[in-house]
């Protein structure tokens, strides 16, 4: 008998500049929660009718749980700057410019909708001081595997 498991894995890469574009701070971690993998098994069977298509960020501090549908408290939500998949690697960046999402940020995630939507995946990091003038790209990385 053949047996084969399929894995959803992730890396997030956050990268915090200065108004100079000096990095400050750099983190990284990931979750995919239920909710997400139900999508991508849906998807398999149905064409998707609301692809992953934001980002957000947040101040909630509870860690992940694969229960999560939404972040513990979200700040704000942008769309992706760049998306791309390749082969079984779907990869999107999204970037929060100066007076955008200003804060202790500490969780970030990814929906399939501007509010609201679908989860795919929930992060919880060390809290990155977003200043006013600072700008912050986030690089979210999923392995289906």
Excluded at 9 to 28: C, P, R, S, W
Excluded at 62 to 88: K, Y
């Amino acid at each position: 008998m053949i047996q084969e498991q399929v894995k959803a894995t992730g890396y997030v890469q956050f990268v915090l500049k200065d108004a100079n574009g000096n990095i400050k701070q750099q983190e990284n971690s990931n979750l995919i929660v239920n909710a997400g993998k139900n999508f991508l098994a849906s998807a398999l069977l149905n064409s998707p009718t609301s692809p992953f298509t934001h980002m957000a960020i947040g101040l909630g501090s509870s860690g992940p749980s694969a229960g999560d549908t939404t972040l513990g408290s979200e700040l704000v939500r942008q769309a992706f700057a760049t998306s791309n998949v390749t082969a079984n690697v779907f990869t999107v960046s999204a970037t929060y410019p100066a007076g955008t999402g200003t804060g202790a940020l500490t969780e970030a995630g990814i929906f399939n909708n501007s509010v609201g939507g679908t989860m795919l995946a929930r992060v919880v990091y060390s809290v990155i001081n977003k200043g006013a003038a600072d700008s912050l790209t986030i690089t979210w990385t999923v392995t289906i595997s």
